[in-house]
């Protein structure tokens, strides 16, 4: 069992910048792709930024691509989401998954394909 634990969330001006960590716990090992997720009042719960365990390919939602950056720290058992430049449309409950892949580059897009997720961490951006 892997636990998630996220942090860094909070109460931003628009056009501010946060940085959300997620501690990974457990009987972790190696073949974990990482992902941030978040989920809006009244909309469905949104892939925003992956990386394989590799860390050599990551994937973007449009909406994100250029303010955001997700990294990986395997040795610490730790992964980042650096968002710069930040809207308010960007207000949401943002969660960290995990998924054993086997793989160093294989990046799961369905939530469903997940096996571990986090509490998520609120994020709010003011106008």
């Known amino acids: 069992q892997v636990q998630l634990v996220e942090s860094g969330g909070g109460v931003v001006q628009a056009g501010g910048s946060l940085r959300l960590s997620c501690a990974a716990s457990?009987?972790?090992?190696?073949?974990?792709?990482m992902s941030w997720f978040r989920q809006a009042p009244g909309k469905e719960r949104e892939l925003v930024a992956a990386i394989t365990w590799g860390g050599g390919t990551t994937y973007y939602v449009d909406s994100v691509k250029g303010r955001f950056t997700i990294s990986r720290d395997n040795a610490n058992n730790m992964v980042y989401l650096q968002m710069n430049s930040l809207k308010p449309e960007d207000t949401a409950v943002y969660h960290c998954?995990?998924?054993?892949?086997?793989?160093?580059?294989?990046?799961?897009?369905?939530?469903?394909?997940?096996?571990?997720w986090g509490q998520g961490t609120q994020v709010t951006v003011s106008s």
């Open positions: 998954a995990a998924d054993y892949t086997g793989s160093v580059s294989y990046i799961p897009m369905d939530r469903d394909e997940y096996d571990y």
């Open positions: 457990g009987r972790t090992s190696s073949g974990y792709a």
